[in-house]
């Protein structure tokens, strides 16, 4: 028996109807709502401890998920409640432009993560000029990262660091931020690095197979390709199902920044490979070697699924109405079992949004700490939200 469902399986699998989607946002905003008090001054980490987030400072890559859940639930919200939620969003929006300001903890290239689904969000929603000027110096921080020799972003470590010369499929979802600088300030620097980064992203991630690198090492000499690695999926060769949901997501972007037709193909082998390696209830695993059967030592990753999902529906509005109807209907279907088997029910139980999904696990062959392993995992959470809010409202207007 295989591991893994087939794409074609896909098509007897049952969608999410709108009165679940609104069921479901309901549901969530109303957990963010709950979450108010522990975090506005304070922020979740990226996982929960047995379902439930602490209270922490803004930092890690990782805060600006929960401020977007913020944001999310006030365009759902009306009435007084609206109002609380601008005033927590606002809050926060303070608190990022203090990090980037004094440079705590930003000297990575997780900018968009962090600035996009908080500040570029509050701009979008409220016209905020502090949250303006904050994604700006984002930005700017952002592009500090640029290698000529390679073109392209580097992830982490310092910028000196013979080791680190390398960039992540993560780091499509950063790129937004870039571009989102350049329409504000007129300046096409941001947006000349960002699409230079996607260009090199799209030229080595993807394997033979279309499964995906989680990092791709250049020769710091000539820029080109030295060699793959991964540091959260199981081992170098293995597909980390988060990263190549990243793929999914992040070729959708890269699509509607630059136009060009090659990384729609791209965007389907992505997609195609994560879809061939669901196991039967649609969520992946947390690598994509592992399948039914593995239940009993790994774990899913429930926020791959959301991610996914989100990648299939915005890389929708750009596809001719087959395509964009058939990955439409899959993300329905990927909401569908996170909303039956895997969202939170029970505000008692879990202070998130998502059950089941992980982080880091640590294996003999990767490189990352363990951390978050069957969590909520906040970005999980967030792409979740953003998925109702995409199912609910075709014209959603993106923070990315
Ligand atoms: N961007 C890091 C992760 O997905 O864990």
């Given at each position: 028996m295989s591991k893994w469902i087939n794409e074609q399986d896909i098509s007897k699998y049952i969608e999410i109807s709108n009165t679940e989607v609104s069921d479901a946002l309901s549901f969530?905003?109303?957990?963010?709502?709950?979450?108010?008090?522990d975090f506005t001054e304070q922020f979740p980490g990226p996982a929960s401890f047995s379902g439930f987030y602490k209270p922490g400072e803004n930092k890690n890559w990782t805060t600006g998920f929960w401020t977007g859940?913020?944001?999310?639930?006030?365009?759902?919200?009306?009435?007084?409640?609206?109002?609380?939620?601008?005033?927590?969003?606002l809050?926060?929006?303070?608190?990022?432009?203090?990090?980037?300001?004094?440079?705590?903890?930003?000297?990575?290239?997780?900018?968009?993560?962090?600035?996009?689904?908080?500040?570029?969000?509050?701009?979008?929603?409220?016209?905020?000029?502090?949250?303006?000027?904050a994604a700006i110096l984002a930005a700017?921080?952002?592009?500090?990262?640029?290698?000529?020799v390679g073109e392209f972003l580097q992830a982490?470590?310092?910028?000196?660091?013979?080791?680190?010369?390398?960039?992540?499929?993560?780091?499509?979802l950063n790129l937004p931020l870039l571009y989102w600088a350049s329409e504000v300030t007129g300046d096409p620097k941001y947006r000349d690095i960002a699409e230079k980064h996607i260009h090199t992203t799209m030229k080595y991630i993807l394997r033979e197979d279309d499964s995906t690198w989680h990092t791709v090492f250049l020769d710091s000499e000539t820029g080109e390709f030295s060699h793959g690695s991964t540091c959260q999926g199981y081992k170098d060769g293995s597909a980390w199902a988060r990263?190549?949901?990243?793929?999914?997501?992040?070729?959708?972007?890269?699509?509607?920044?630059?136009?060009?037709?090659?990384?729609?193909?791209y965007f389907k082998r992505i997609a195609t490979y994560f879809l061939n390696h669901l196991p039967k209830d649609l969520i992946p695993f947390w690598d994509l070697s592992f399948g039914d059967g593995d239940e009993a030592t790994e774990p899913r990753d429930s926020s791959s699924a959301a991610i996914a999902a989100c990648g299939m529906l915005e890389m929708s509005k750009y596809m001719n109405e087959?395509?964009?109807?058939?990955?439409?209907?899959?993300?329905?279907?990927?909401i569908k079992s996170l909303y039956d088997n895997y969202r939170v029910t029970d505000p008692s139980k879990s202070n998130g949004q998502i059950l089941h999904g992980t982080y880091s696990k640590k294996t003999p062959f990767n490189?990352?700490?363990?951390?978050?392993?069957?969590?909520?995992?906040?970005?999980?959470?967030?792409y979740y939200m953003e998925a109702l809010t995409r199912l609910s409202n075709k014209d959603w207007n993106i923070y990315w």
């Open positions: 969530s905003v109303r957990q963010v709502q709950r979450n108010l008090s859940e913020i944001w999310l639930s006030y365009e759902a919200a009306t009435g007084a409640e609206k109002e609380t939620l601008l005033k927590a969003g809050t926060e929006v303070d608190s990022f432009h203090k990090r980037i300001s004094e440079k705590y903890d930003v000297d990575n290239h997780d900018m968009g993560f962090l600035f996009s689904p908080s500040c570029v969000a509050a701009y979008k929603l409220t016209g905020s000029e502090k949250a303006k000027e700017e921080q952002l592009i500090k990262r640029f290698h000529p982490w470590g310092s910028m000196d660091d013979p080791g680190n010369y390398r960039f992540i499929i993560d780091c499509l990263g190549q949901s990243w793929g999914i997501y992040g070729t959708a972007v890269a699509y509607k920044y630059t136009k060009r037709e090659e990384y729609i193909d087959q395509d964009a109807g058939y990955y439409t209907n899959v993300a329905k279907k990927l490189t990352c700490t363990e951390e978050g392993v069957d969590e909520c995992i906040i970005w999980g959470d967030y």
